[in-house]
């Protein structure tokens, strides 16, 4: 009996491992696909990648099934037993990817401007978590499902004060921006803004579940500071010595052992920051962060890691999480005269409020409006907060699709505002240098009289 249990069971594991090879091929094919069209168009990756989970969901591959267009595949290769694998696989593609970010920048400008990067954060939160929370008090009656106001609102909030930070840092270091004065405060208030919106995040759903206590959120907090603290003056020194060690002995290169111990370290940043409560990507984000300074580490780094990560892990996380999101639940007018305003709503919170708050802090108007429309950009972990008040069910599917809508629409017109708010700010020289200007150079060299 025992060996017939046996062999069914590794039946059962063969089945799930076609599958997912199965899925594996589907998705990084489609992403990469995808991600060339939109490049082509002038836009990141990224909404490439999210656009083919879009095309092989519900909202097109779905529809076209129904309609006996095409026979029914995606119910046999998406099987749901064999999501939370990939739910696994996407967030530890995602912890990778914080790292090689937090690597990228130079955070030396913030010496002069640490006091802009938190007025930037501060409004990014403030102004659109205020609009949102009053948004959501508007179309709440006019739902057709039963929600609870308070809730609703506070999610609602809450989802228009996320800034995407992995997507941000990633187009950045595409735009060849990452290492500029605009770009470095840009990537420190985005990660102050999403940082403190994992906290409100925490501290809503806790309120929503009717276990709020004001000591969990205000320990997290602590945490988080001690935390920062730790790796600043305990972990980078002795991370420091190693490197210095490491990149002697291999003239510049890791070899195994120091891969090997590079992510143990990393793994364990990102346990830290799991058990405080704000997500284990910010553990790894600080860890590349603390380590921007190293050159030759950084540049060893990218070559042992960044495009495997972009080639299998990312696929992943962008395509699989646009599976879970059906357009289709906007079947009327009203339903897309809401989703106009919350798209509306979000970026007058976000871009507005950033923008204003960086020409205050002495920024010119040009680099003000960069900096409000790199702070827009949402993508991904807006869907990430959406679905955890999904999950909790106070936001219903067709808000759910409203704000995907909208993550969609802030991170694509990040690109062509930024081209055309650029000449005249020291971003000019990089985005120039990058492929994101090639769709739009006969405009450019029109309106600059090259």
Same mark, same amino acid.
């Given at each position: 009996m025992s060996e017939i249990l046996t062999l069914a069971t590794a039946l059962e594991t063969e089945h799930r491992l076609l599958l997912v090879l199965m899925q594996l091929i589907l998705i990084i094919a489609a992403a990469r696909i995808c991600a060339a069209v939109f490049r082509r168009l /002038?836009?990141?990756a990224a909404v490439g990648e999210i656009a083919a989970g879009l095309i092989l969901g519900p909202s097109v591959l779905g529809k076209l099934e129904s309609a006996g267009w095409i026979p029914h595949v995606s119910s046999f290769i998406f099987d749901a037993r064999v999501e939370p694998i990939f739910q696994v696989i996407s967030q530890l593609g995602l912890i990778l990817?914080?790292?090689?970010? /937090?690597?990228?920048?130079?955070? /030396?400008?913030? =010496? !002069? =401007?640490? !006091?802009?990067?938190?007025?930037i954060s501060i409004m990014g939160i403030v102004t659109p978590f205020v609009l949102g929370a009053g948004l959501a008090y508007l179309i709440q009656p006019h739902l057709r499902e039963n929600v609870g106001t308070l809730g609703f609102a506070l999610f609602m909030g809450t989802a228009m004060s996320i800034t995407a930070l992995p997507i941000l840092g990633r187009m950045m270091m595409e735009l060849k921006i990452s290492r500029t004065r605009v770009g470095a405060i840009t990537i420190t208030a985005a990660a102050i803004d999403d940082a403190t919106g994992w906290i409100l995040l925490a501290t809503v759903s806790a309120l929503v579940q009717a276990k709020f206590q004001g000591l969990h959120s205000l320990g997290m907090i602590s945490m988080t500071v001690l935390f920062a603290l730790a790796m600043i003056f305990l972990v980078r020194p002795a991370m420091r010595w190693w490197i210095a060690r490491a990149t002697r002995d291999t003239h510049g290169r890791l070899n195994l052992n120091q891969m090997a111990i590079l992510l143990i370290v990393l793994l364990l940043c990102a346990v830290a920051t799991s058990l405080i409560g704000i997500f284990a990507i910010f553990g790894a984000f600080m860890l590349g962060a603390i380590l921007?300074?190293?050159h030759e580490f950084r540049e060893a780094v990218k070559a042992s890691l960044s495009s495997f990560v972009t080639a299998f892990f990312l696929p992943i996380f962008f395509t699989y999480t646009g599976l879970r999101t059906d357009i289709g639940r906007l079947d009327s007018s009203a339903m897309w005269l809401m989703a106009g305003g919350v798209l509306l709503v979000a970026v007058a919170g976000k871009f507005g409020g950033c923008a204003l708050s960086a020409w205050m802090s002495g920024f010119s108007s !040009?680099?003000?409006v960069c900096i409000g429309v790199l702070m827009n950009t949402r993508a991904l972990m807006e869907l990430i907060v959406i679905n955890v008040g999904y999950d909790l069910k106070v936001i219903p599917q067709s808000v759910f699709c409203m704000l995907v809508i909208m993550a969609l629409v802030t991170t694509a017109m990040t690109t062509p505002v930024l081209l055309f708010f650029m000449r005249g700010t020291e971003l000019e020289e990089g985005i120039r240098q990058s492929p994101f200007s090639r769709p739009f150079r006969p405009r450019l060299a029109l309106s600059t009289g090259e």
């Open positions: /002038g836009q990141p990817l914080l790292f090689l970010i /937090g690597l990228e920048f130079d955070f /030396g400008h913030l =010496r !002069r =401007r640490a !006091r802009a990067a938190a007025a921007s300074a190293e !040009r680099e003000s």
